[in-house]
């Protein structure tokens, strides 16, 4: 490395550590703030001091200046340091390209919007919102186009969560899986809809505990490197030797407390597999919020609620709520663990139907950002396409429209990185199947070294040097599709339900 390229990393690395610092504050006000303080005050100001001070270092005319020193060496672009400059290039342009004035305004707004979006939600009274979601979205446009989307604004917002992805290549996806999803996903809620099945209630919490450590532990999460904490809404941050999980228990829910652990698990294996040595620089980042995904749905759908992991951990399940499961078979737990049932609320939706809440967001998404939708025709929108995809229609507003906290905080363009961890997730599971012919025995012995290692040669080692599509090349061989998704689906729920 030559001096230059040290201190540009050092420097890199400092803003690096300044956003972590606001992470972890970010945590911090989730798991440990007293509830007396929340929302803090004084906890959005130390945030908002930080992300001045790493605004302001990050776009600093020296730090321009050495990157643009090293970008006149000869560097292949796709070494190390090439990727490091590439991505830095795209990160910065981005940040001068959007003035203070308009973050500053969109900052105040966001949090207008948020406590609209809540009392409109309380009160089911979409009209006292609407003229918010308005600006909102003429915000969203606004920023787009300082970031040079004046024409395209709704590719602007999909780019920044997966680089690389665009509203064209996202219909394409989308429009091939809901031809053969909607009635895929009626069949199998035929199915299903014919099962009678317990709730699980009186599972003690103390156990909940033991057990999700346990199971977080054998799929390889690294405790000594990592922790599991008890907020609201489960998520994953930091990483590398600090990566910090959150679940949330419900005596009465158990399988949520499960799933969620599992799922934000999977999202901490990522970090924690991200080459520790570019920690600091895009080489020990993630490949953008859908890949992210990819990793969470792997473990938690395609290994967790599996036959295999099930014949694995139901003993140990049964010995640690001996009363709770007394009168539940075997099988009746197995279905309730894939149970498919029409919801409204995509947060609760199963995996099958999951995809189609997406799909119904991003044609909205889409029709608002072209101009094709105004914002006041937007639950009349959501119920047509709600009875089209999903065969319900929502009681309200508060069931529908305004089930969702994104939209008030003007993240357009998010939702459809769910869908395409879902895309990409089925993809990995079958070429990782074909790698590892054996792959589904070692899940049932509990051996998940080799799919982890597997999954680190594949996608987590790599950082942010390939985007999703590249990276799904690479990992699979075959471009991003929509097929591995529904064989899956077809393979794990047909035939659980035509048993019956
Ligand atoms: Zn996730």
Not at 470 to 484: D, I, M, N, R, V
Request: hydrophobic fraction near 40%.
């Amino acid at each position: 490395m030559t001096e230059k390229q040290a201190t540009f990393l050092s420097e890199l690395q400092s803003i690096s550590s300044l956003r972590q610092i606001s992470s972890l504050l970010g945590w911090d006000q989730q798991v440990n703030l007293p509830p007396g303080n929340s929302p803090s005050k004084q906890r959005a100001s130390q945030r908002a001091v930080l992300a001045t001070l790493i605004h302001r270092e990050f776009t600093s005319v020296e730090f321009q200046d050495k990157l643009r020193e090293l970008e006149q060496m000869e560097i292949d672009s796709n070494e190390d340091w090439g990727v490091i400059l590439r991505e830095v290039r795209r990160k910065l342009d981005r940040a001068i390209k959007i003035p203070s004035e308009f973050v500053a305004r969109k900052a105040a707004h966001q949090s207008r919007a948020y406590h609209a979006w809540r009392k409109a939600r309380q009160n089911d009274d979409f009209a006292s919102y609407a003229p918010i979601l308005e600006v909102t979205l003429q915000l969203a446009r606004e920023e787009a186009a300082f970031a040079g989307y004046a024409d395209n604004p709704y590719d602007y917002h999909l780019d920044l969560h997966d680089p690389g992805m665009e509203t064209l290549s996202v219909a394409k996806l989308f429009d091939a899986l809901q031809v053969e999803l909607v009635p895929l996903s009626q069949r199998i809620l035929g199915l299903a809809g014919t099962c009678k099945l317990p709730a699980l209630k009186n599972f003690p919490v103390t156990q909940q505990e033991v057990f999700l450590r346990e199971v977080v532990e054998s799929l390889g999460f690294d405790f000594s490197r990592g922790r599991m904490d008890v907020a609201i809404h489960p998520f994953c941050s930091g990483n590398g030797n600090d990566t910090r999980l959150t679940t949330r228990y419900d005596a009465d829910n158990p399988l949520d407390s499960l799933f969620s652990s599992i799922h934000e698990a999977g999202h901490g294996l990522y970090e924690q597999g991200l080459p520790a040595k570019w920690i600091g620089t895009p080489l020990g980042e993630a490949a953008g919020m859908a890949v992210h995904e990819s990793q969470s749905r792997i473990w938690e759908n395609q290994v967790g609620r599996s036959r295999q992991f099930w014949n694995l951990w139901e003993p140990r399940f049964r010995e640690l709520f001996p009363e709770a499961l007394s009168d539940i078979s075997s099988e009746d737990l197995f279905k309730t663990i894939n149970l498919v049932t029409p919801n409204p609320i995509r947060v609760d939706a199963d995996e099958v139907t999951y995809n189609l809440h997406v799909i119904l967001r991003f044609e909205l998404e889409q029709a608002l950002f072209s101009g094709e939708l105004e914002v006041s025709e937007l639950p009349d929108a959501w119920s047509e396409k709600a009875e089209r995809l999903l065969n319900l229609q929502p009681k309200n507003d508060a069931e529908g429209v305004l089930q969702d906290v994104h939209w008030s905080s003007g993240s357009f363009g998010y939702f459809p990185s769910y869908c395409i961890g879902n895309l990409l997730a089925a993809q990995l599971w079958e070429t990782a199947k074909e790698d590892i012919p054996e792959l589904e025995s070692l899940i049932e012995a509990g051996e998940n070294e080799r799919f982890l290692a597997w999954l680190d040669e594949k996608i987590h080692r790599h950082g942010s040097r390939m985007n999703l599509l590249e990276l799904t090349e690479h990992a699979t061989g075959k471009p991003l599709g929509h097929a591995p998704l529904l064989r899956y689906l077809e393979e794990r729920y047909l035939v659980l339900y035509e048993q019956n």
